[in-house]
């Protein structure tokens, strides 16, 4: 009995100092390292997904899904559901271009367009667009610590760096301490007014990763309106034809 | 004298086919009165609505910024400074001066976004150049240091605003970083430029130079000066940039009109085209008119001839006989012309009949009046009586060339 107790309290110990450990490290982390960490997790080489977006705006609901080919600075998107069919937008580093089969016309999204609903959806072009390192955009502090949906956060703020060109002036990342992977962002104007935020409902493990696979993007200046986002389907790493991410594959 | 008098008691013979004619002719007469009448006024008011809701008579600018104006970009802004603004201020024949810093926008009411062009303004200088305050249909323009906004009655009706609501207008900063603009409507303007009703916001300038991180720099600056003098102000100006370094221009209002200016002559081109026609009608009644005379009287014109009256004098007689319904035509078409464009002027034409003038590119917003144009009256009489005494010669000439015997013989 007595040998039993000591495993115990060697095993009680040893979770102790494993976890002190892990706790230690987690805080010493800087929030540039927090936030790289998160990058690393959240981005890839190559992906091919499937995915569908429910877009609703007040009683009315329109779900989209799509088939998306990406690659760390392109992607091809190409809308399957029977009224978009066709539908493909591509984007070539910062280029977005789109193609309408109705109108057989590429169109060259820009300027103001940009900040338009992609698709009606609450994300607009120009989120899709935001492919840069956040660490070169914004500098980052933690705010704070709390938990989100169960899981333990730190709360980090970024603020645009002076002189680049960002979208959103102020963001604040809630990122699951030990996924890292972030579950809840608020975009803020310079203003102080938050204009969107994205909040991460599910997210699995695959091959090797945490991807959320089903997050909601709100516009904060419209009531009763959310785009959720489901990944229904992806795989990393698959080679990609380089013709892929052409003018001639949009048509 | 006898060809003369016989030419104008012909005019009595035939009072049906006649009046029938001079009928054609001034139904013809008037409608093209009536289009040049209403084009005119249409040119007219378009113009007067680009000057005083748009434009002013002259903007001064970047070159730079002038070439992309439409872009409403926040680069090539022009930096405010105290003399620069009283250079132009100054200059003879500016009679005010409106600094404007116009940005893109997404208008949001919680609900729903539309795009918008916001536009900056000092009320008080605003105030000197357009004629937009005289429009407000509910509530104020805002007055000096308040932050409020104006806008349109339609771009209200879109997004169901009321005077007193607030609105978010979000915009992009100079760094391309959203901002909101986050301020309460003072008034509803309904002005006759359908442009401003549609799609502007109207923010004081210092809300909008903070809002967009701009410092304090405008887009352009509008100018109202003496009308018709634009061009020798624009020299005046641009000589006094050129004296004190500046690489500013100033624009005429006719450069931001273009499509208007192009609208107004595809439209000379289409009054051309009416005036054809009409002229056409004119010419095709009277030579027919002259040919069924000439037929009729085939035996007539045998015996005068047989009788000793010569060829010429024979189409004096038709000449005049034609000229008579050229005159009687051309009078009728004047006067009910005149009646029509009088009506024109008084209460207009609703253009709510052919839908949304903007849609066409014409700046106007629900009643087109009519203007006077004395001399299309006189000229379009002159080339009546013209065009009847020239169409009439051939056939004339055509009857009094028949042989007197195979005339009077005639069955």
Same mark, same amino acid.
């Given at each position: ?118 698709? =009606? ?6 989120? #899709? !667009? %935001?492919?840069?390192?956040?660490? @070169?955009? +914004?500098?980052?502090? /933690? $705010? ?63 091959? =090797? ?6 997050? #909601? !993007? %709100?516009?904060?200046?419209?009531? @009763?309106? +959310?785009?959720?986002? /489901? $990944? ?20 | ?411």
């Amino acid at each position: 009995m007595k040998k039993i107790k000591g495993f115990l309290l060697i095993g009680i110990i040893i979770s102790i100092l494993i976890t002190s450990l892990i706790i230690t490290t987690a805080v010493e982390m800087t929030a540039e390292e927090i936030i790289n960490k998160r990058d690393n997790n959240e981005y890839f080489d190559t992906a091919q997904m499937e995915a569908e977006m429910i877009i609703v705006s007040g009683n009315r609901k329109i779900i989209k899904t799509m088939v998306a080919l990406t690659d760390k600075k392109n992607s091809f998107v190409e809308f399957t559901n029977p009224q978009d069919r066709g539908t493909k937008f591509l984007k070539r580093e910062d280029d977005l271009w789109m193609f309408f089969p109705d109108a057989e016309e590429i169109i060259k999204i820009s300027g103001h367009m940009l900040n338009q609903g992609m698709m =009606g959806s609450d994300f607009s072009y120009q989120d #899709v !667009m %935001e492919a840069d390192k956040l660490t @070169d955009l +914004y500098d980052f502090k /933690i $705010i704070g610590e709390e938990e989100f949906e169960g899981r333990p956060c730190y709360i980090l703020e970024g603020i645009a760096r002076e002189g680049v060109k960002v979208s959103y002036y102020r963001r604040v990342s809630w990122i699951d301490k030990e996924r890292f992977i972030g579950l809840k962002e608020e975009l803020y104007a310079e203003s102080g007014r938050v204009l969107k935020e994205t909040r991460v409902n599910e997210v699995q493990e695959i091959e =090797g990763r945490w991807v959320p696979i089903n997050s #909601v !993007m %709100e516009n904060k200046l419209r009531k @009763d309106t +959310y785009t959720e986002f /489901i $990944i229904t389907l992806i795989k990393f790493n698959l080679e990609i034809p380089e013709e892929t991410f052409s003018l001639q594959n949009l048509r | 004298m006898f060809s003369f008098k016989l030419g104008l008691k012909n005019l009595t013979r035939q009072k049906r086919r006649n009046i029938l004619i001079i009928f054609v002719i001034a139904f013809a007469f008037s409608s093209y009165l009536l289009m040049d009448s209403l084009m005119n006024g249409m040119e007219e008011m378009s113009f007067d609505n680009i000057k005083n809701y748009d434009t002013g008579n002259i903007q001064v600018a970047y070159p730079e910024y002038w070439e992309d104006r439409d872009e409403l970009l926040l680069e090539n802004l022009i930096y405010l400074n105290q003399d620069m603004e009283e250079s132009i201020k100054n200059t003879d024949g500016v009679l005010g001066m409106s600094p404007e810093l116009r940005f893109k926008a997404n208008l949001n009411n919680g609900i729903d976004e539309v795009a918008v062009r916001g536009v900056g303004i000092s009320i008080e200088q605003y105030n000197e150049v357009f004629a937009t305050q005289n429009f407000v249909v509910e509530g104020s323009m805002f007055a000096p240091g308040e932050s409020k906004a104006v806008i349109g009655t339609s771009l209200a009706e879109l997004m169901d605003l009321k005077v007193n609501d607030y609105i978010t207008l979000l915009v992009r900063t100079k760094e391309d970083t959203f901002n909101t603009i986050d301020i309460e409507i003072a008034g509803l303007v309904r002005a006759p430029n359908p442009m401003i009703n549609n799609g502007i916001v109207f923010v004081p300038l210092d809300v909008a130079q903070e809002a967009l991180n701009v410092d304090n720099m405008v887009s352009l600056f509008a100018l109202k000066t003496v009308s018709g003098e634009e061009d020798r102000i624009i020299k005046r100006l641009v000589e006094s940039f050129k004296n004190k370094d500046l690489d500013l221009k100033a624009y005429s209002w006719k450069e931001s009109a273009a499509s208007v200016i192009a609208l107004s002559a595809a439209k000379k081109g289409g009054i051309g085209a009416v005036l054809s026609v009409v002229l056409l009608i004119g010419m095709l009644g009277i030579i027919n008119n002259v040919i069924l005379s000439a037929l009729e009287r085939t035996e007539e014109i045998g015996m005068m001839k047989a009788l000793g009256m010569r060829e010429w004098e024979i189409v004096f007689v038709f000449m005049v006989e034609a000229t008579g319904i050229g005159v009687l035509g051309g009078l009728a078409g004047c006067l009910l012309g005149y009646a029509g464009v009088s009506w024109l002027a008084k209460y207009g034409f609703s253009i709510a009949y052919v839908g949304d003038a903007s849609d066409f590119g014409v700046p106007i917003l629900d009643r087109i009046y009519g203007t006077w144009n004395y001399p299309a009256f006189s000229f379009l009489f002159i080339l009546g009586v013209i065009i009847a005494v020239l169409s009439s010669i051939l056939p004339a000439y055509w009857a009094a060339h028949k042989d007197p015997v195979k005339a009077i013989y005639h069955r």
